[in-house]
């Protein structure tokens, strides 16, 4: 499908078009490079009984080891692949390629082995009473597919958060709809094509295209037979279709909004500070949920790592993802860059110290129409100041110094966000401590975005509901059945 810019949805293990279609843009242009069909209604109710039907059918009756093999053959056919899925990615995106080359396709093939790996070694509980009334009998816990998932996804990392998703589910035996983001509905229609290669039923993966409030997105979140919605996205986003998972009580597991704080404490290494703090709130343009948007430097440092951070940000050049040259790509749609420009507004209105950036950098005449951004720094603000508040989900940050580590806990704690943070010291003790104490899901100490597959994932407060990754996954895509056998 390499040369296509159609991007039908895949319902029952075939491409499917429908009347209404809408743009897929090059962000790196702003103009059109796909057309993509919508699903209304009738054609999400369709992907919803296809995939009811597959759990009843050939999916439902595959034993473990042979569902585990075939997607071993899904993520080596990504692999084989790979060079398409990096393009289709970029285009949708504007993502520089070495940054998906390393993060984006990798994790999209390994988010289907490390599953098809642990579903085959999740150990039973089992217990055997001795109560009076019970002596010798035996329970065990029996895990079942929970049934048809709704996955909705976002834009920032399609194919890895949409397969992180995917993985689990048909791992556990489920059967899913998946709503990608409909500015980057690429590789999830790729992906359908992988999955009819390799022999997965008709039916077991299913893509329907198009929007979210009225449109696909609810359509797919309140359909009656969705068992469960996981879904990844904005915090307002999450409370919409949390609504809809109410009716039927139907399980929901999100991954949300962020507002992560960089601490940065006087004995960390700092050129690793630094490249670390550059690294988590400059990558994919700042189009990260674990991005670092505040940062907290102890004061005797501040000065110098402002301008040590300041060093690299301007040295991020503005390119096409092909360019081994780019440090930074576009943001992925026109309306994501103005709502960041908008921020950068506010940020000097409200009398912001513009560090670095601040506004949209020059290109050529062809790329002009593309969704640039500058990489940008403040100092100054308040920390009641909206932009240290809201989540801006951009190339951007605000540095403030402080004085101990009670005042810093106090100080990342301080949002109704929960995802994430990174520390940057070279005392053990100090790090457990602070890990401890500030109320995230996930704390990386002296690096950032080192993702081990098995190991939780999720956030605290606003920032989610549930846990995903290794066995966490299986909570969530199983039912846990207890059978108590009196012998
Ligand atoms: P979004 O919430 O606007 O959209 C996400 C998906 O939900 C899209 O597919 C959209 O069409 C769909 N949608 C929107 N309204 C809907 C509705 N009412 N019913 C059903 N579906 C609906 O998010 P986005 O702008 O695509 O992504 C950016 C956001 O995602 C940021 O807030 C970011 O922090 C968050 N995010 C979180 C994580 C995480 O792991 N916590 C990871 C990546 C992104």
């Known amino acids: 499908m390499s040369k296509q810019?159609?991007?039908k949805n895949f319902i029952n293990g075939e491409f499917v078009s429908s009347a209404s279609q809408f743009d897929d843009f090059d962000p790196t242009t702003g103009r059109?490079?796909?057309?993509?069909?919508?699903?209304?209604e009738a054609a999400v109710d369709r992907a919803v009984r296809a995939a009811r039907a597959a759990m009843q059918g050939p999916w439902g009756r595959m034993s473990i080891a042979e569902r585990s093999e075939l997607l071993f053959k899904v993520a080596d056919r990504i692999n084989e692949r790979f060079d398409e899925f990096l393009a289709a990615e970029c285009l949708d995106t504007g993502k520089?390629?070495?940054?998906?080359?390393?993060?984006?396709?990798?994790?999209?093939?390994?988010?289907?082995?490390?599953?098809?790996?642990?579903?085959?070694?999740?150990?039973?509980?089992?217990?055997?009473?001795?109560?009076?009334?019970?002596?010798?009998?035996?329970?065990?816990?029996?895990?079942?597919?929970?049934?048809?998932?709704a996955?909705?996804?976002?834009?920032?990392?399609?194919?890895?958060?949409?397969?992180?998703?995917?993985?689990?589910?048909l791992?556990?035996?489920?059967?899913?709809?998946?709503?990608?983001?409909?500015?980057?509905?690429?590789?999830?229609?790729?992906l359908g094509e992988v999955m009819n290669e390799v022999g997965v039923p008709p039916g077991v993966y299913n893509v329907v295209n198009g929007f979210g409030g009225d449109s696909t997105g609810e359509f797919l979140t309140r359909h009656p037979m969705i068992d469960a919605i996981t879904f990844t996205g904005e915090t307002i986003t999450g409370t919409a279709i949390m609504k809809n998972a109410a009716v039927g009580v139907r399980d929901v597991s999100f991954e949300l909004g962020g507002k992560n704080a960089g601490v940065v404490f006087a004995d960390a290494d700092f050129e690793a500070a630094g490249d670390g703090i550059a690294r988590s709130t400059f990558a994919n343009c700042g189009q990260v949920c674990l991005g670092t948007e505040r940062v907290y430097v102890q004061r005797s440092l501040f000065d110098r790592f402002v301008e040590a951070l300041a060093v690299r940000a301007k040295a991020l050049k503005p390119g096409l993802p092909a360019d081994a040259a780019t440090g930074i790509g576009p943001m992925v749609s026109r309306q994501q860059r103005d709502?960041?420009?908008?921020?950068?507004?506010?940020?000097?209105?409200?009398?912001?110290?513009?560090?670095?950036?601040?506004?949209?950098p020059a290109m050529p005449d062809e790329y002009a129409n593309g969704y640039w951004i500058e990489p940008t720094l403040w100092t100054g603000l308040p920390e009641d100041s909206p932009i240290i508040r809201e989540e801006i989900f951009g190339p951007c940050a605000h540095l403030r110094p402080f004085d101990d580590e009670d005042e810093v806990i106090a100080l990342a704690n301080d949002t109704p966000y929960g995802l994430c943070t990174t520390v940057w010291t070279q005392g053990a003790a100090r790090a457990h401590r602070v890990a401890e104490k500030i109320d995230v899901g996930i704390t990386w100490v002296n690096c950032w975005f080192l993702r081990d597959l098995r190991t939780s994932f999720g956030g605290a407060k606003h920032s989610g509901i549930g846990r995903e990754g290794g066995v966490h996954s299986l909570e969530f895509y199983t039912e846990l059945r207890n059978v108590c056998l009196k012998l």
């Open 96 to 149: 520089p390629w070495s940054l998906a080359r390393h993060i984006d396709i990798p994790r999209g093939a390994a988010n289907f082995k490390v599953f098809a790996d642990i579903i085959r070694n999740v150990p039973t509980e089992c217990f055997r009473m001795e109560t009076p009334d019970g002596a010798g009998a035996l329970n065990y816990g029996v895990r079942v597919p929970k049934g048809v998932i």
């Open 151 to 169: 996955v909705i996804c976002p834009w920032n990392l399609p194919l890895l958060l949409m397969t992180w998703k995917v993985g689990p589910a």
């Open 32 to 40: 059109v490079h796909a057309r993509v069909h919508e699903a209304d």
């Open 339 to 360: 709502k960041v420009l908008g921020y950068y507004q506010r940020a000097k209105a409200l009398g912001a110290n513009v560090v670095s950036g601040g506004g949209v």
């Open 5 to 7: 810019t159609k991007l």
């Open 171 to 190: 791992a556990c035996g489920n059967t899913v709809v998946v709503k990608p983001s409909e500015e980057t509905p690429y590789t999830a229609t790729l």
